[in-house]
Each structure stands twice: as structure tokens, then as C-alpha cells.
């Protein structure tokens, strides 16, 4: 298991500056949600990213996942934020309405800091705490976060091409 005390640089721009990822992670399910960091961080690293650039962030749940997704980005410090929840529904529909509210927010953050935010806030349709499903969801985690570590490089090659934005 990786953990979540890693430091690094994960490349370098034109100025020198180390370029870091964030990576925030609800604490619900942390099973299943470190499956999903456990997958980003090896994928990041066969695509020869240094998995030590990546700082990861815990919180109580995906409702405080926006919220400290918008410290990272807005800091300058990090060129990528990832947001990893696992919101599952408990009997009532609550759940449908954290995880549009948690998504609404990553893109908000996204667009309000021009910081990429990926997210991998998931909501299973059916998820019972049993064995089977636990082991189930694990492992599609764990190919989440290999999918979020391609698109994350993917997102980061193709803004590099893009204009800068103008200052205002």
C-alpha cells in the first residue's frame, strides 16, 4: 500500500518551479477510495511521473472535497487537482444531491483557478457492505485511478498547447 506522506516534483516548467499534483481523498469508504489513489499513483508512475509529486489531501467526506480542492489550485502550487469519493447510496436520496453538489463544486474550482480538477466522486447505483461488493467497487477503483493518472497527463499535455489566457 502507498502512502499518503510522499513528496517530490512530478516535472519541471519553464521557470524552474516544481510542478506538484493534488490529489484530495474522502475518508468514507477509505478501503475502496485508497484503491482508487493506490491505482492513480501506479499509473502515474509508469507514465514516468515521480509518484512522490503527488500530495495527497484526506478528508471527512466527499462534501469537504471541493472545498479543499480550491486551497491547492488557488495556490499556485500545484498544475492538477484530483478529487477521489465515494458517495454511496444509504437508503435515501440524499445521495444524489452530495454528489451533484461535490461535482458542481470541482468544476467551479476548476474554472474559477484555470487548475484542472479530475474527479473520481463515485456514486454506485447499488452498493450493500458486503464482501462481494466491497471487493467489486475495490477493483473498479482501482481502474479509475489508472483512467484518472492517463487523463490527468492527457488534460496537462493538452493545455500545454493551448494560449495562456490574457491577464485581465
Do not use: N
Not at 518551479?17 to 501506479?42: C, K, M, N, P, Q
Not at 467489486?136 to 493518472?149: I, P, R
Amino acid at each position: 500500500m502507498i502512502t499518503d506522506q510522499q513528496q517530490g516534483a512530478v516535472g519541471q516548467e519553464p521557470g524552474g518551479r516544481a510542478e506538484r499534483v493534488a490529489f484530495v481523498r474522502s475518508e468514507w469508504h477509505a478501503d475502496i477510495v485508497g484503491r482508487y489513489r493506490d491505482g492513480f499513483l501506479v499509473e502515474m508512475s509508469r507514465l514516468g511521473v515521480d509518484r512522490g509529486g503527488v500530495d495527497v489531501f484526506r478528508v471527512p467526506g466527499a462534501f469537504e472535497i471541493p472545498l479543499h480542492a480550491q486551497r491547492p489550485a488557488a495556490s499556485g502550487r500545484y498544475v492538477a487537482v484530483v478529487g477521489a469519493g465515494f458517495v454511496v447510496d444509504g437508503g435515501i436520496y440524499r445521495h444524489e444531491f452530495v454528489a451533484g453538489a461535490v461535482i458542481d463544486g470541482l468544476m467551479r474550482v476548476q474554472l474559477d483557478t484555470g487548475v484542472p480538477v479530475l474527479s473520481a466522486v463515485l456514486t454506485p447505483h447499488h452498493f450493500h457492505e458486503h464482501d462481494v461488493h466491497t471487493a467489486q467497487f475495490a477493483q473498479h477503483f482501482a481502474v479509475k485511478g489508472a483512467e484518472a493518472a492517463r487523463a490527468c497527463a492527457g488534460t496537462l499535455a493538452s493545455l500545454a498547447r493551448l494560449p495562456v489566457p490574457a491577464a485581465a
